[in-house]
C-alpha cells in the first residue's frame, strides 16, 4: 500500500480522496513551455497568486531549465532568478512552496526563503551537498529519476527494461537518501517522464505505472505538455491528451500531478477522486 501523507517542512499534506496539483511556475527565459513569461518577479507573483485562486495544492518554482538539450547554468544565476520571486511570495500564499533544484547552495537559500519542498531531478547525484541541506530544513524531498543531465539525457536512450530499472533506480535512491538522514515520510518519487526516454519508454512507465507501489511512497508524475503526448494525440489537442494521460496514471497509482493548466487539471482531479470513491464503496 502506498503511503497517503506527505511531511514538508511546516506541514503535512495528506491525500482527501483525489490527486493534488502542483502548479508550474518557471522563472527561466528558456523552459520549453513558458520560458520567458515571468522572468520579472512582480509578473512571478501575479502568476503564483492566479495558480492558488486556481486551486493548486502547491506550487513549484523552477530558475534553471531541465528541457531535452538544456545548458546548465550557475547557482548564482539560478538564485538571482528566484530568491526575488520567493521574497516577493513570502506571507502571499496559503500553499507550501517546492523549488526545482539540485544546488546544495539554491536549496539551502530557498528554503531559508520560505520554501517547503526541494524537487530534485538528480536524485542528489550532481550535488553530494543537497541531501545535507535538505536534512538541515527538515524539507520535503521529490526523488526523480533522469538518465543523465539535460544536455545529453535525450542522445539514444536506451534500456533493457525501463520500468524495472527505474524502479531499481528509484529503490536505491530512496535508501540512499535515508542512510543521509532524509525521513522517508518526507520524499516522493518521480519516474522523471521525458527526462532520458524515449516515446517507447514513456508509454511503457505509463502503462506499467501500477508497478511503482512496490517502493511505498507517493508517486508523482510531470507529463504537463511533454512532447511524447504531442506525438500521440498532435499539438492541438493536447490538454484533452494531457487530462486522459493524468487520469489513467491516477487510475495507477499517481498521487500528484505537476501541471502548466491549473484549472483542468483540477476538473479531473476532483473526476479521478469521485472515481475512486465510487470504486471504494461499489
Known sequence: MQAHAWKLKTRTLEWQGRPLVMGILNVTPDSFSDGGQYLDPDRALDRALELEAEGADLLDIGGESTRPGATLISAEVELARILPVLRKLQGRLAIPLSVDTWKAPVADAALQEGAEVINDVSAG?????????????????????????????????????????????????LARAEENGLELESMVCDPGFGFGKTLCHNLALLRDLAAFRVLRRPLLVGLSRKSFLKLIGGSEPLAITNELALMWATAHGAAIWRVHDVPSALQAARVAGALARGAGTA
Open 125 to 173: 547525484r550532481w550535488d553530494p551537498l543537497l541531501w545535507s541541506r535538505v536534512v538541515e530544513h527538515r524539507a520535503g524531498y521529490i526523488l526523480m529519476h533522469a538518465l543523465t543531465q539535460p544536455g545529453t539525457m535525450q542522445e539514444a536512450p536506451s534500456y533493457d527494461d525501463v520500468t524495472g530499472e527505474i524502479i531499481d533506480f528509484l529503490g536505491k535512491f
